[in-house]
């Protein structure tokens, strides 16, 4: 079946159907990974978006069932140049089709995916909505302008009630907004007692929990409509060691009188250089987000920024002067990605420890 991308500037690309046969409307991004498909199509923060994959070949290695982050898929739909049907992998479970008909993704092969990239760089991203055989385009286009992207995705994919992952080491209290299990399976490999919180815990239902150190996840769309949770880390952060990721550290500045703002096409691939400020080193990190830090935000406040991005000078982590808190614009559970700043969790664990001597 024919399948049509229409993009809000009028903009068609007519391709092959694959996956659902929903139309569905969303915020059309692109990713520069070569791998990991499985781990994008899973990963909450692509709430409500369409995303281009600029690796022309997707699929060639299944789908199989450990490299999920997420059990329930909130991505909009996929786009690829090539969509793979008979791929080859000794842990293929399903093709990539497959698995997007049964999480109902639809999905659009056969078209420019690097033209589409380019209309994306120049003009910022585009809302786009899917229209299959033998519907009306300019329909579609009229219906795509009405159509309004959603402020809520993060309530959409957090938690909605606390649940455990037991282990024998730190407490850590995780509050999801839209959580990536890299980052669980991170803590929980370094035995971290760890409490999943929903996106709209109080500091009273946080601290409650006794932590020894409290980790703020990745998730969608604009930090600012999330008012509960910067309210929650202006609370917390002068009690215990705190440790934010993407969306984490967004709020972490706007918790601590900084702004962010909204970037023209963002950041999303697994191969963007980052500075380590204190040490000049530069590692390859995994990043996926639309908004940004400012940095003429930071001056004045009781923040230092850490780390900068060395594609665009964009400030890429944030400690605090006074409290044992830190925070990266990455994604140092890298998944997919290099696993060069994996070692920030362990950072994040001498932060507790040392917090727990200084109470003794």
């Known amino acids: 079946m024919k399948r049509q991308l229409i993009l809000e500037d009028g903009t068609i690309f007519t391709g092959e159907a694959f996956g659902s046969d929903s139309e569905r409307f969303g915020e059309v991004v692109f990713n520069t990974s070569m791998t990991g498909y499985q781990e994008i199509l899973s990963d909450p923060s692509y709430c409500g978006q369409i995303v281009t994959l600029t690796y022309p070949l997707i699929g060639n290695y299944g789908i199989n069932r450990d490299d999920f982050e997420?059990?329930?898929?909130?991505?909009?739909?996929?786009?690829?140049?090539?969509?793979?049907d008979f791929p080859s992998n000794w842990?293929?479970?399903?093709?990539?089709?497959?698995?997007?008909?049964?999480?109902?993704?639809?999905?659009?092969?056969g078209i420019d995916t690097r033209k589409l990239t380019r209309i994306i760089r120049k003009h910022g991203t585009l809302k786009g909505i899917f229209s299959n055989e033998g519907r009306n385009a300019e329909e579609a286009l009229q219906q795509l302008k009405a159509s309004v992207i959603s402020a809520d995705q993060v309530k959409k994919v957090s938690v909605k009630t606390a649940y455990p992952s037991p282990g024998r080491g730190k407490r850590v209290v995780l509050v999801d907004f839209g959580m990536k299990h890299g980052i669980l399976r991170e803590l929980n490999n370094r035995d971290c007692d760890v409490v999943v919180v929903p996106y709209n815990a109080s500091p009273e239902e946080v601290l409650s929990l006794s932590p020894d150190g409290v980790m703020l996840s990745n998730g969608p769309g604009d930090p600012k409509d999330v008012p509960e949770a910067i309210h929650m880390i202006k609370n917390i952060q002068q009690k215990v060691p705190l440790f934010g990721i993407c969306l984490g550290h967004q709020l972490f500045a706007l918790a601590n009188g900084a702004d962010t703002e909204k970037m023209k096409f963002g950041h999303r691939g697994a191969n963007h250089p980052v500075k380590d400020l204190k040490t000049g080193k530069v590692s390859l990190t995994s990043q996926n987000h639309g908004y940004t830090v400012q940095e003429r935000s930071v001056e004045g406040k009781e923040l230092e920024i850490t780390h900068i991005g060395l594609n665009d000078s964009t400030i890429e982590g944030l400690k605090h002067k006074r409290f044992s808190a830190?925070?990266?614009?990455?994604?140092?559970?890298?998944?997919?990605?290099?696993?060069?700043?994996?070692?920030?969790?362990?950072?994040?664990?001498?932060?507790?420890?040392?917090?727990q001597k200084e109470g003794e």
């Open 326 to 355: 830190f925070t990266v614009q990455y994604h140092p559970e890298a998944s997919p990605g290099p696993e060069d700043a994996n070692y920030l969790f362990d950072e994040f664990l001498s932060m507790m420890q040392a917090a």
């Open 91 to 109: 842990r293929s479970e399903l093709s990539l089709d497959e698995y997007m008909k049964q999480k109902n993704i639809p999905g659009i092969s």
């Open 70 to 84: 997420s059990i329930s898929p909130a991505v909009a739909g996929l786009v690829v140049r090539e969509a793979e």
